[in-house]
């Protein structure tokens, strides 16, 4: 494409970032957008939106209004659901005692804490187990399960983990426990041998749900255990809805696409956390000192970060706690904890990720580096490295791998991919290939388990397998322009009226709306993880505050410290309310900037 070609968005083909600026409607979409706005009577914006992620006009009104009553699949559909549910709705008839097993994460703390509050339903006191990241590794472990079988436990249910574990749960079995699984993860090879394993992903199942966390399957699978007891005339659980605020959690939180029955949830989820039904999650937000009403950005960026840094760095079984919880007193009591465990998270991190930085600086040099970084260090910890990882591939716009290394030689690691470049079965393929002790995930992040010697292969193998996906994905990296607006539009008034097309995240990304020629009359560096702060001002006088977070030390946020105040320039990013003693107010997070008198650079 030439500098002037229409695609690009008010003509800018390189920016301070180094990408171009494209309209995220072609022609076709343009014109979609127009007869939705005509249909279905909203404004033009909002149109643009929905057409630019692919809704037509026949779809909009589900879109706009989504309910789970409406887009529930039959969980019959999901290979295996008509087992696990007959089999658990028998545990609860007979009052079984029931073991969870799930993972360190906030999906699989809230599919526990969801599992929990659905038994406790039926005055059953089922135990839980959460694995040290560093002691025991992901997933189950023969140790733990033993241990929960010597406590009475005759049926172990396995959240968010389990479809590759073929020795942990034959031994289950062996030892005369049940065990049901509900998972996402991808599958490869020989499954476990259990009585039910319920994942989407899995070969065999049609259902065509693998864009589910293993919240959301644990959600379906409770309406599916619910049906099995009601059709037998046995008590059933009293509101399941009311469990949709933590599938909402997880699902914001994995980062699992909003579309389908994940959108329903969400909407469903966020407006039951407004009423504060849940004490632990209120907690938290009291704890992250979120200001106006929860949305889903900050359970991505407040609550879910303090969930997670109890597996990370403390005690992993506090975040399944603090969600299962009813006790108010007993949630402010965990939140307080997972808030201080946060802040030293923060710090390991941001050591970690100053020397990953600087060693991934050293091995791509002035050239263009592999195409996916694969580094190690012994001064990194296990609970940190998925986050650096994600620093390392948007600083350097590749897929990157981050590995915490034992004295002894075995590390644990964390990748994270960009959009088109499959990580997940890279690793898989690595694991078959035996370059690797163990490894799994999806296709925008993975874990792995190695040694020192594995290392180099593994990196060679992951360059090899995946440089071809990453050169197209870097090749087609664009930013994408929902629509054009200037700094007087951007009222709270108008960024709330953006939420009737959401909730926004993975595949439904939050609008992105260009700024055309507007003036930098402030900035400075905030923070200790050096945030750019700055205010813009339209041609007529308007005025939007504004922030590009971590930029202080990249080009971008180079060229807004010293911007001239009397130049004009291009910007482009999203919009929120912020709170402020009862005040709302817009912010701008600056995702790129542009000089409108070059096309090139």
């Given amino acids: ?76 559909s999901m290979t295996d659901m008509d087992g696990f549910a007959e089999r658990l709705a028998c545990a609860i008839s007979n009052k079984e005692q029931i073991a969870l097993f799930g993972d360190y994460d906030v999906d699989g703390a809230s599919s526990c804490a969801m599992m929990l509050r659905f038994l406790r339903g039926f005055s059953l006191s089922p135990t839980c187990h959460i694995p040290d990241r560093i002691f025991e590794g992901y997933g189950p472990n023969i140790p733990a399960i033993n241990t929960l079988i010597d406590e009475g436990a005759t049926l172990l249910v396995l959240l968010d983990c389990g479809t590759t574990s073929v020795e942990a749960v034959a031994h289950a079995r062996s030892r005369n426990c049940d065990v049901l699984i509900l998972d996402h993860h991808l599958a490869t090879g020989d499954l476990p041998d259990a009585n039910a ?9 049609l259902s065509e749900l693998g864009y589910l966390c293993a919240a959301g399957v644990t959600f379906m699978a409770l309406v599916a255990t619910n049906r099995v007891l009601r059709n037998a005339g046995h008590e059933q659980f009293a509101d399941l809805m009311s469990l949709a605020d933590l599938a909402a959690l997880a699902t914001i939180c994995d980062v699992v696409p909003l579309k389908g029955l994940n959108r329903a949830l969400v909407v469903r989820g966020i407006s039951i956390m407004r009423q504060g039904k849940n004490p632990g999650i209120a907690a938290l937000a009291l704890a992250a ?212 097309v959401g909730p926004f995240g993975m595949g439904n990304p939050s609008p992105v709306f260009a700024l055309a020629s507007h003036f930098i009359t402030f900035s400075k560096v905030v923070g200790k993880g050096g945030h750019v702060q700055f205010s813009l001002k339209s041609g007529d006088g308007a005025n939007l505050k504004g922030i590009a977070f971590r930029a202080a030390s990249s080009d971008l946020g180079q060229a807004i410290l010293n911007a001239p105040k009397d130049k004009p320039f291009h910007f482009c990013g999203t919009l929120n309310v912020d709170y402020w003693q009862d005040r709302a107010r817009v912010q701008m997070r600056l995702i790129d900037m542009a000089d409108p008198t070059k096309s090139a650079w």
């Avoid at 600026?21 to 929905?50: E, F, K, P, V």
């Avoid at 394993?197 to 199942?205: E, F, H, K």
């Avoid at 808030?339 to 091995?363: H, Y």
């Fill in 197 to 205: 394993l319920v994942n989407p992903n899995r070969a065999d199942d």
């Fill in 289 to 500: 000192r979120l200001n106006g009403p929860i949305a889903p950005q900050h359970l991505g960026f407040m609550i879910g970060p303090r969930i997670n840094a109890g597996g990370r760095i403390g005690d992993a079984g506090l975040g399944t706690k603090l969600l299962a919880t009813n006790n108010e007193e007993e949630a402010m009591f965990i939140a307080a904890q997972l808030d201080e465990l946060n802040t030293e998270r923060q710090s390991i991190e941001a050591q970690a990720v100053e020397e990953a930085i600087a060693v991934a600086d050293a091995e791509i040099g002035q050239g263009e580096g592999p195409a996916v970084l694969v580094l190690a260090s012994e001064s990194w910890h296990p609970g940190v490295v998925g986050l650096v990882a994600s620093r390392l591939k948007d600083r350097f716009n590749r897929p990157a791998f981050a590995i915490a290394m034992r004295p002894d030689g075995t590390g644990t690691g964390s990748g994270r991919s960009l959009s088109g470049v499959d990580l997940g079965n890279a690793v898989l393929m690595a694991v078959e290939g035996d370059l690797i002790e163990k490894g799994g995930g999806h296709a925008m992040a993975a874990g792995v388990s190695l040694g020192q010697n594995q290392i180099a292969g593994f990196r060679a193998h992951l360059n090899e397998v995946l440089e071809q996906q990453v050169s197209v994905a870097r090749d087609r990296a664009s930013i994408k322009i929902d629509a054009a607006i200037t700094a007087r539009t951007a009222t709270p008034d108008f960024v709330n009226s953006l939420s009737e």
């Fill in 1 to 76: 494409m030439s500098a002037d070609d229409p695609r690009y968005f008010l003509n800018i083909d390189r920016s301070f970032s180094g990408k171009s600026w494209t309209d995220r409607l072609d022609i076709a979409a343009q014109r979609q957008a127009t007869a939705i706005a005509q249909h279905h009577g909203i404004s033009d914006i909002l149109a643009r939106i929905l057409a630019a992620r692919g809704v037509g006009v026949e779809q909009a009104e589900t879109f706009l209004t989504p309910t789970i009553r409406e887009l529930m699949p039959d969980p019959s």
